[in-house]
């Protein structure tokens, strides 16, 4: 497989150690396969119900899916200032461009944080709904 950007030869490498990708030697961009995406996400936030949808706005770029030669989509990935390409017609997978994958890691640090944060403020207004509930029930 060849690079959709600069068309250099892929090589396999892992990833941090855990997920086997093909990387770009030149522009250092990566290759995920279709599932591999989830699994970087994974790293950072493991909760797939509350990650929200994945592509929003897409459109066709003139890059070719380095599996079947079929242009790839850009979108925006899972509405944050992030646009990412894919393989939209054949499920094949996602080009993360240097230092994307570093991006993708951070928006789901930051996700698992705002969704801990909803569960935490979500509970201390049960406690204090049951309180009132209780300190009224006193007063009948």
């Known amino acids: 497989m060849n690079c959709p ?18 990387s770009c030697p030149n522009c250092r961009g990566m290759w ?4 591999e995406l989830d699994k970087l996400e994974d790293v950072a936030f493991d909760d797939d119900a509350h990650k929200g949808s994945l592509v929003h706005f897409q459109s066709q770029t003139g890059y070719p899916c380095p599996q079947c030669g079929e242009p790839l989509d850009e979108f925006q990935y899972r509405l944050n200032d992030l646009r990412l390409d ?47 509930h209780a300190f009224l029930k006193k007063r009948k």
């Open 86 to 132: 894919y393989c939209a017609g054949n499920d094949h997978g996602f080009w993360l461009d240097a230092g994307e994958d570093e991006r993708v890691l951070s928006i789901m640090r930051q996700r698992a944080e705002d969704v801990q944060r909803k569960l935490d403020a979500e509970s201390e207004w049960k406690q204090m709904l049951k309180g009132m």
């Open 32 to 35: 995920l396969d279709f599932n």
């Open 5 to 22: 950007k600069c068309n250099t030869q892929l090589v396999k490498k892992y990833y941090k150690g855990m997920i086997e990708v093909d």
